[in-house]
């Protein structure tokens, strides 16, 4: 489990501010693939978005914990229909963000 301090969380919700959403979730809710798109992309970009379109009956909270226990990662911030999720990558060449994050610890 991926424990964050203060500045390292504020760190990542300011860097987050200008991503935008990467996923959409609608009707069909929280699926295997979706789950599966998730952990591939925060893989290459350690940090990602995603939203709740309004169609959907599912909860952000829940979703986005549901999501970040599959994975491995931890929930930065739920903000109205939209999450941030972080996970640092296991692969070298996209620590980016996770060799600044560690520099804040």
Do not use: C, W
Not at 21 to 26: H, I, V
Not at 28 to 55: H, S, Y
Request: aromatic share 6%; hydrophobic share 40%.
């Amino acid at each position: 489990m991926i424990t964050l301090n203060k500045a390292q969380t504020k760190f990542l919700r300011k860097y987050s501010h200008n991503l935008k959403p990467l996923f959409q979730m609608g009707k069909l809710g929280l699926t295997d693939v979706f789950i599966e798109q998730v952990d591939n992309a925060i893989e290459k970009r350690e940090l990602i978005k995603f939203v709740i379109l309004q169609n959907s009956d599912e909860d952000l909270d829940d979703v986005a914990n549901k999501i970040a226990d599959e994975i491995g990662g931890v929930i930065i911030q739920t903000i109205g229909s939209t999450a941030i999720l972080y996970r640092p990558s296991s692969k070298e060449k996209y620590q980016e963000i996770s060799q600044q994050v560690n520099r804040l610890s």
